[in-house]
Nanobody, 128 residues
Framework: QVQLVESGGGLAQAGGSLRLSCAAS????????MGWFRQTPEKEREYVAS????????FYANSAKGRFTISRDNAKNTLYLQMNSLKPEDTAIYFC?????????????????????WGAGTLVGVSA
């Protein structure tokens, strides 16, 4: 089993930056595509970004494009999300995720993804 632990959440002002990390352990992490989701009490879990197994390709939700950067360091078994130009609407719990293939980050039906493992989340708060 893959275990995922997020860190780096906290408070930021609009326009500021945060860097989230996700430490992975268990199975060989490089065998998994990884990504980030976020969730608030008002919305269902929302896709943010994903990255292929070796980090060669990255994908972003429209809300993240141009502001967020996903990366991974397989030698450290760590996934990152650099968040710049933060907006209040970025406030959410952010979850790290791992999937057998990058296609796991595509919806199979509304709100449903082929994610195999989830972290417990880290809270990001952005003030206006």
């Amino acid at each position: 089993q893959v275990q995922l632990v997020e860190s780096g959440g906290g408070l930021a002002q609009a326009g500021g930056s945060l860097r989230l990390s996700c430490a992975a352990s268990g199975r060989i992490v490089s065998n998994y595509a990884m990504g980030w989701f976020r969730q608030t009490p008002e919305k269902e879990r929302e896709y943010v970004a994903s990255i292929t197994e070796t980090g060669g390709n990255t994908f972003y939700a429209n809300s993240a494009k141009g502001r967020f950067t996903i990366s991974r360091d397989n030698a450290k078994n760590t996934l990152y999300l650099q968040m710049n130009s933060l907006k209040p609407e970025d406030t959410a719990i952010y979850f790290c995720a791992a999937a057998a293939t990058i296609w796991g980050f595509s919806q199979v039906e509304p709100g449903k993804y082929g994610v195999d493992y989830w972290g417990a989340g880290t809270l990001v708060g952005v003030s206006a």
